[in-house]
């Protein structure tokens, strides 16, 4: 039972390149979400999706976008990474509102 | 005001030991309440989930939550180095069905 699975698990852009993450969750969930995590931060919402065809932003949604595939996958895009983007991005899902998130293991991404 | 705040820590004990961690909230609207671990390079996993107010115990974990004082806890009970890790609290309610996380405290039990 694979749950949340995010791709890749490390990456290394440099100014100015472009990348997407993905995500897939294999648990029939209607929703999903992107957080960034940075220390003393804590998990910021980045962009997330109630359900198929959906998408709002959350906290921090500036130099990203989010694209929902389908109903298992939601992917999110660097268009010009900047090293304020440095991070560990995870994805997350839940059936319905209120209900816990499903977290994936990350992507640790370095921008140079 | 933050809507949630979590001591950070870290918090180290010795094995064994009772640990308390909390958390306070000002969102009058929370209803659902909670506790995730994260282990270092993981994502975080769901520890408890609670409703409104009151206790819930599973095996050496017992959740509280008072909504009167906007104020959560959880106690592990005989810790173990197992137990280190980062714990997360995190609540929602309303309509916008977005949870609200705390930054975190990082814990550490020592043999």
């Known amino acids: 039972n694979a749950g949340v699975t995010q791709t890749p698990k490390f990456q290394v852009l440099k100014t100015g390149q472009s990348m997407t993450l993905q995500c897939a969750q294999d648990m029939n969930h209607n929703s999903m979400y992107w957080y960034r995590q940075d220390p003393g931060m804590g998990l910021r919402l980045i962009y997330y999706s109630a359900s198929e065809g959906t998408t709002d932003k959350g906290e921090v949604p500036n130099g990203y976008n989010v694209s929902r595939l389908n109903k298992r996958e939601f992917s999110l895009r660097l268009e010009s990474a900047a090293p304020s983007q440095t991070s560990v991005y995870f994805c997350?899902?839940?059936?319905?509102?209120?209900?816990?998130?499903?977290f994936g293991n990350g992507t640790r991404l370095t921008v140079t | 005001q933050k809507e949630v705040e979590q001591d950070p820590g870290p918090l180290s004990v010795p094995e064994g030991a009772i640990v308390s961690l909390n958390c306070t909230y000002s969102n009058s609207a929370f209803q659902y309440f909670m506790w995730y671990r994260q282990y270092s390079r993981k994502g975080p996993e769901l520890l408890m989930y609670?409703?409104?107010?009151g206790n819930k115990e599973d095996g050496r974990f017992t959740a509280q939550v008072d909504k009167s004082s906007k104020y959560i806890s959880l106690f592990i009970r005989d810790s173990q180095p197992s137990d280190s890790a980062t714990y997360l609290c995190a609540m929602s309610g309303g309509s916008n069905y977005k949870l609200t996380f705390g930054k975190g405290t990082l814990l550490t039990v020592n043999p």
């Open positions: 609670t409703y409104s107010s």
């Open positions: 997350a899902s839940t059936g319905q509102g209120n209900s816990p998130l499903h």
